[in-house]
């Protein structure tokens, strides 16, 4: 099909059609009901088969604050932030002249009619449509008119980018669980705008959604904090305590909408018991004494909460008491621009106490990868007696992904070094003696009793600060150093089985990326469009810390690498640097944290002022 459309957007296009391979931004004020607009729009891509992925871009949680939420069409099945939006639809009359600013040559404004706004620029194109008169004529009750007025866009994109109208319908339902009475409320505004724009818009634009067959066959879309709720709740957790804080709320409203699948079978009672906390410390402190108790327990928090619960990680780390802490990370402190996502909580996760420690850090990079990492993280804890953090950062936790059905748990639940009745009355009989901390197999890691376990010898003196390896209270030197050794030996001989790297490698190529979380999707795309220039690279994402031996094989296996993080110090070089004996000056820092997702525009523009093409 060819357009008449405007010299700039034909110069660009040659007149073809742009099909399943644009951004639309919707710009909204906070509040107004647009995470439901935009999901549907998600949604209904992804039941066309269509690979889409949604950002919400927002600077604050303040209802009223300005928030971008970018839906990226890809049918090459790229999932990364695109830095450039060629559809913007502007609802927020706040930021219209900035919104309409960023858009590419040959780009899409819709924008509402009553607002009378006066044409800025001549190279793009304009669809104005009459949101507040078509909402009042629908009869919308005036409590309700905001929320649903969104909806007109939905309806004007579904006509304007051929998106079919059972499909919205369909998304409908999808978003309301299947609820009709509020579906049926906003597809009525959903129809009203597409008829509407139907007769009374001409379309100018290059743009079009198709359906593509099987595109997304047997898939989900969901958000990290979703799935890593739920592994958690594969993972057997018994207690959860947490403060509210974004953005890591929702992946305990997760475990409240899906508690149901941890159910007794004789009473038909919950399992899992979910308690809110007065603030961050008591939530950590909870979840130690349940762990110390035997119980899988677990919390999730942002920056702010993570120094909060410095203290508590020490103790958990030096008394060797297991439990899971989830860190979906911000860009910093406080509210507004800090509420983005990014990277910088790493050094202060792998450091964090007021104490010689190393802890385990699990990374995830996908949806997929969270929910494993939300059981695994439990087996790990028990293994290794400790702490357990999960760095997943706003962008994973809070935005739609797609992603392939997530794998059942491949291997049992795991309590490590666990000593019930029976196994204690054996130790004793072979061993003539059970300590709490002494290292009876060389690995750093002593066995455990739990409280209530029936035997005189069970009980044991718990900790965190100076103690010898029969659990008495110490404060002599020679003590606490081989007890903090015995600790960093055991954390050491974590690298071998936590989560490895992912490895993409080819001894031909000479240049080599490193990454890890979120940076992932960029970097994928970056790495074809390097290709594509003629530069070849390999790839290792890191998924752990300690580090695993192959990250160090990795670097020295090639003339330059790249390590490309989303924080503005560069910490996982710094991390590297510290733990590589071998020479790190080919290794270039790529730091970015800038607040927003990755891009693999930036990936590449980086790479390529380096190797100087």
Not at 58 to 68: E, M, Q, R, V
Not at 279 to 287: L, N, P, Q, R, Y
Not at 415 to 440: A, C, N, P, Q, T
Not at 485 to 492: A, E, F, S, W, Y
Request: hydrophobic letters at 40%.
């Amino acid at each position: 099909m060819v357009l008449n459309v405007q010299p700039e957007t034909q110069t660009r296009y040659n007149g073809k059609m742009v099909v399943n391979d644009f951004t639309l931004m919707a710009a909204t004020k906070n509040g107004t009901g647009s995470q439901t607009s935009n999901n549907v729009l998600v949604l209904s891509l992804f039941k066309m088969g269509i690979p889409v992925n949604g950002k919400n871009l927002f600077p604050s949680n303040i209802k009223g604050l300005p928030t971008w939420y970018g839906i990226r069409a890809s049918k090459d099945g790229y999932v990364a932030r695109a830095e450039v939006n060629e559809i913007a639809v502007t609802m927020n009359v706040d930021t219209v002249a900035e919104d309409i600013a960023k858009l590419p040559p040959g780009g899409v404004c819709i924008i509402p009619k009553e607002w009378n706004y006066t044409k800025s620029r001549e190279d793009i194109i304009y669809y104005e449509i009459p949101v507040d008169p078509m909402v009042k004529e629908a009869g919308v009750h005036s409590d309700l008119r905001e929320r649903v007025a969104n909806m007109v866009y939905v309806g004007a994109c579904a006509q304007l980018f051929e998106i079919p109208l059972d499909i919205v319908w369909q998304a409908l339902l999808s978003n309301f669980n299947g609820k009709e009475k509020p579906a049926k409320l906003n597809y009525e505004i959903v129809t009203r705008a597409y008829e509407w724009t139907a007769a009374n818009i001409v379309k100018q634009d290059p743009y079009k959604y198709e359906p593509m067959a099987g595109g997304n066959k047997g898939k989900l879309v969901i958000t990290g904090n979703e799935a890593a709720g739920i592994g958690a709740l594969f993972g057997g957790v018994q207690v959860v305590a947490w403060y509210p804080i974004t953005p890591s709320t929702s992946l305990i409203d997760a475990m409240f909408e899906n508690q149901g699948l941890r159910k007794d079978p004789d009473t038909g009672l919950n399992t899992v018991a979910i308690l809110q906390a007065e603030d961050e410390i008591a939530a950590i402190g909870s979840i130690i004494g349940a762990g110390w108790a035997g119980a899988r327990s677990m919390t999730s928090t942002s920056g702010p909460g993570i120094s909060l619960m410095s203290e508590f990680a020490g103790l958990s780390y030096y008394a060797e008491i297991p439990c899971v802490v989830w860190d979906v990370t911000r860009i910093g402190p406080s509210t507004g621009l800090p509420t983005r996502t990014g990277q910088g909580d790493l050094m202060s996760l792998y450091t964090l106490s007021h104490g010689d420690t190393a802890h385990i850090v699990l990374i995830p990079g996908s949806v997929a990868e969270c929910f494993e990492f939300g059981w695994r993280a439990f087996d790990v804890a028990d293994q290794y007696q400790t702490i357990v953090f999960v760095m997943s950062d706003l962008d994973l936790g809070m935005n739609n992904w797609m992603s392939d059905p997530f794998a059942y748990p491949d291997q049992p639940v795991n309590h490590g070094k666990m000593l019930k009745l029976d196994s204690l009355v054996k130790f004793i009989e072979d061993k003539g003696e059970w300590y709490r901390y002494k290292d009876y197999d060389g690995d750093g890691i002593p066995y455990r009793t739990i409280p209530g376990t029936d035997h005189p010898r069970a009980a044991y003196f718990t900790r965190g600060t100076g103690h010898n390896e029969r659990a008495g209270y110490s404060e002599r030197s020679e003590d606490w150093v081989a007890n903090l050794g015995r600790i960093k030996r055991k954390i050491n001989n974590a690298r071998a089985t936590l989560p490895q790297p992912v490895v993409d490698f080819d001894s031909k190529k000479k240049i080599g990326i490193i990454s890890y979380g979120t940076n992932d999707p960029a970097i994928v795309e970056g790495r074809d469009k390097l290709a594509a220039a003629g530069i070849e690279t390999n790839y290792l994402r890191i998924r752990a810390l300690p580090l695993a031996d192959s990250v160090r094989e990795f670097i020295e296996g090639h003339e330059r690498v790249y390590l490309l993080e989303n924080n503005f110090d560069g910490q996982m070089a710094q991390i590297i640097r510290m733990e590589t004996n071998k020479s790190t000056e080919h290794m270039i820092t790529l730091a970015l944290g800038d607040s927003l997702p990755m891009t693999a525009k930036w990936v590449f523009d980086h790479i390529v002022k380096h190797e100087g093409k």
